[in-house]
């Protein structure tokens, strides 16, 4: 198939793999990149925010050319029950900067253009490639990939892993272990087109602005789960994920809970008149920092949702997928530069790298994610938003009841419901989960 030996084989176009491959490729290494889809991003989905900060670190004038959809100005956290959600909306003007700080996208575009850069940064990509193995020497070090394609194998001196959540090849490679269902939400996605106008009147935005909305509550059946709707230029993504292992022992369908919440009173209105075009789903790993499995070895590294590198509690996935591929890159060029070889123990400096930055630092905020999320998710996700409804509802409804009395209902309530001691343990079981 290929002759030549490369610098550096990357494995995936998505993320991580196009940060990696261009930072290597812009700094002269010889990379090549191989992904399985008929083009980068036909088979990734994402909500989609993408951080331009971590972007700007790799490729500093993005904005001049990148497909960015529009540029948030506001935030809504929803906690919703049935009928009602209650929320805290935050807006700024101060989000109409010059260099925004978070953009929507749309990953089929998006991928594709951060390709196009790679390219132009003088790599080599294979689109409808699949490797299907590690090649490695008689000391067990990885020293190229197998391909579907005929003529077998192509060398380089390190492999770069940035095949996404499944990771098959990394699994089957014995690198790591396949990722368990209580460490994987599965998300599904649907994409409402409507009229820019339209939007924009819906949600109170100018020409370019964009809003989101993140909500947890009754809408995922007492699933550790969030739902959310995004707003791209002529269109909405309405999306909503849950554990994979909640999804099995409650026996409820993904497709069921989505429809549901694209009926929720508080969301119908919103996508009103829109006509479905998309509908995407899709792993999202959530086991947080206990969860991440061997980052590096002798002849390779793992990069983004592969290294299991994701903040569910953020909602952040895309920077930490750019951050570890530019980071794991320049690891990869200063062992280069210093003329080692790609060994465990050099590579070792990628983890190094990466402990010093944001990704490991969030990440070991949430141990456990999947305790976090566990956490009484019957009362987090079912009891409470219910509770919250009925408060503010207490409150706002001018019936004639002393607003005295109108307390005691809401405190007893909540005792009712849970108990104090219910309450307590409640808020302690989080806060340690949550350390
Ligand atoms: C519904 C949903 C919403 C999300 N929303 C957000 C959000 O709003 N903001 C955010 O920051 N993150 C979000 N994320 C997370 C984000 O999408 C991921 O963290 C990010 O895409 C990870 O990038 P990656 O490069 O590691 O993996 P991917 O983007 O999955 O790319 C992996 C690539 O490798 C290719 N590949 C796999 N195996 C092989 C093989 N053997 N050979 C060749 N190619 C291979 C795949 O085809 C794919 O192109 C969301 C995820 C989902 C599912």
């Known amino acids: 198939m290929i002759e030549e030996k490369f610098d550096a084989i990357v494995v995936g176009a998505g993320m991580s793999g196009n940060a990696a491959a261009y930072t290597m490729a812009s700094h002269g290494l010889k990379v090549l990149q191989l992904e399985r889809g008929e083009y980068p991003g036909s088979k990734n989905v994402q909500g989609a925010i993408m951080y331009a900060n971590m972007l700007e670190k790799i490729i500093p ?10 540029h948030l100005v506001e935030q809504r956290l929803w906690v919703m029950d049935d009928t009602s959600h209650t929320g805290i909306h935050y807006r700024s003007d101060d989000f ?3 260099k925004p700080n978070r953009y929507t996208i749309i990953r089929a575009q998006f991928d594709k253009w951060f390709s196009r850069k790679v390219r132009e940064a003088g790599a080599t990509v294979l689109c409808e490639t699949t490797v299907t193995e590690l090649v490695r020497d008689a000391k067990d070090k990885v020293v190229g990939v197998r391909t579907d394609r005929v003529g077998g194998e192509i060398f380089a001196d390190v492999v770069v892993l940035a095949e996404g959540v499944s990771g098959l090849l990394g699994t089957r490679a014995g690198l790591r272990e396949m990722p368990r269902p209580k460490s994987v939400a599965l998300a599904v996605k649907e994409m409402h087109f409507l009229p820019e106008e339209v939007i924009e009147q819906r ?41 994979v292992s909640d999804f099995a022992s409650m026996m409820e369908s993904p497709y069921i809970i989505l429809d549901a919440l694209k009926n929720h009173p508080s969301i119908r209105p ?66 280069k530069s210093r003329k080692r070889p790609m060994t465990k123990q050099n590579l070792a400096l990628y983890k190094t790298l990466l402990d010093k930055s944001f990704v490991i630092k969030d990440l070991k905020k949430y141990k456990d994610m999947p305790a976090l999320l566990h956490t009484n998710s019957q009362n987090f996700f079912t009891t409470y938003p219910q509770l919250m409804s009925q408060a503010a509802q207490n409150f706002m409804r001018v019936d004639g009841t002393p607003k005295i009395d109108k ?29």
């Open 270 to 335: 919103l996508i009103a008149g829109s006509e479905v075009k998309e509908y995407a789903a899709h792993l999202i790993p959530e086991g947080g920092y206990n969860a991440i499995p061997q980052l590096f070895g002798n002849g390779w590294v793992v990069v983004g949702d592969a290294a299991q590198l994701n903040n569910a509690v953020h909602r952040e996935g895309s920077n930490l997928a750019m951050t570890s591929g530019r980071i794991a890159a320049e690891a990869i060029m200063q062992v």
């Open 407 to 435: 307390e005691k209902a809401t405190t007893a309530a909540f005792i009712k419901a849970r108990s104090r001691w219910g309450l307590v343990s409640d808020v302690v079981r989080l806060a340690f989960a949550w350390r």
């Open 96 to 98: 109409n900067e010059a």
């Open 203 to 243: 949600f109170g935005l100018k020409a370019g602005e964009g809003c989101v909305i993140e909500a947890v509550g009754t809408i995922s059946r007492s699933m550790a789960g969030l739902g959310f709707l995004y707003t791209n230029k002529e269109s909405i993504s309405l999306g909503i994920g849950c554990l």
């Open 61 to 70: 004038d993005f904005r001049d050319d990148a497909p960015l959809e529009r």
